[in-house]
């Protein structure tokens, strides 16, 4: 087993420290989530599974010309709180410019460790696609053009979903259930979170689950293609991450792998949702919707 420095892994995967005005980052989400469940049409705490924490929040995308009969593509966003933190209600903010694009989209929550494993917290998500499949048409989704989006953890669970059996779980899925999948500062490799102390207490990783759970690891996925994505202003360790994973799955499965100037740990989010450092027309909003228009 590779040997790692405790002291090193805690300043390159402490993002709260990296980033010190992180507070402020947190109270935006908050303030621009609310005004978004204020202000899109959306269902909010729909049940995807049986556990308390298995809810999904969906904003419907206005209804336009641009519209298919089969209803409009979909983003499943999955946030990111290193499996342990954050909720799906701080990341509504996502919404609006997706839903402006013409996307409908699913934010669902997921219970946190150390309640649960990451193993677990991947299924509960598998549980969260196979109900959009199943039901997003009735909110106007077309569950044929199904794109994952996921941040930092968010972005390890979207790359894990794209690498999904969907057969093994439900027999009627269909193999490309996820047709594409975007991670922005994802996390693909965990042998490196087990051994970051700060993280230890919470996530008690074990090295069957380190196996069982790096998409880095895993087979390249046989449908679809990944995006990943990191700041330019993230730690040494998520930009390997994020050139890691166009090494393990290759360049046709995954494309794009690119440092985004500028940007730190959370506001490339906020570059997602058109609003990071005041600005609009960004690289990551625009990588989006490329995702979004290969599902046509």
């Known amino acids: 087993m590779t040997r790692f420095d405790p002291a090193w892994l805690d300043s390159m995967y402490n993002n709260r ?3 010190p005005d ?3 980052h947190f109270a935006n989400w908050v303030r621009l989530s609310a005004q978004a469940r204020a202000s899109q049409h959306c269902a909010l705490d729909l049940a995807y599974g049986p556990g308390a924490g298995e809810k999904l929040d969906v904003f419907q995308a206005p209804k336009t010309n641009t519209t298919t009969k089969a209803g ?3 983003v499943v966003f999955i946030h990111g709180g290193y499996w342990r933190a ?3 209600a701080d990341h509504s903010f996502v919404a609006p410019a997706l839903n402006a694009a013409g996307a409908t989209v699913v934010v669902p929550n997921y219970d946190l460790c150390p309640a649960v494993s990451i193993p677990d917290i991947t299924l509960q998500m598998v549980r969260a696609l196979a109900w959009t499949w199943h039901h997003i048409a009735r909110y106007g989704g ?3 053009r199904i794109t994952v989006i996921g941040h930092s953890a968010g972005g390890h669970l979207a790359a894990m979903m794209l690498a999904c059996q969907w057969s093994v779980f439900e027999p009627d899925l269909p193999a490309d259930l996820v047709k594409n999948a ?11 979170i087990m051994h970051t102390p700060f993280l230890q207490g919470d996530l008690r990783l074990t090295d069957e689950q380190v196996l069982k759970a790096s998409p880095a690891w895993l087979p390249a996925p046989r449908h679809g293609q ?13 930009k390997r991450q994020n050139a890691l994973i166009q090494a393990a799955w290759g360049r046709p499965c995954v494309p794009i792998a690119e440092n985004l100037p500028g940007l730190n740990h959370f506001s490339m989010v906020e570059a997602l949702g058109q609003f990071a450092l005041g600005q609009t027309g960004h690289r990551l909003h625009s990588l989006a919707l490329q995702l979004l228009a290969k599902t046509a």
């Open 86 to 88: 954050l909720d799906k």
């Open 22 to 24: 992180f507070p402020v």
């Open 226 to 238: 990944l995006y990943s994505v990191a700041g330019g202003d993230e730690s040494a360790e998520f």
């Open 182 to 192: 975007l991670s922005i500062s994802g996390l693909f490799e965990l042998e490196s």
């Open 142 to 144: 077309d569950p044929g």
């Open 17 to 19: 420290l990296l980033v």
């Open 72 to 74: 409009a593509p979909v």
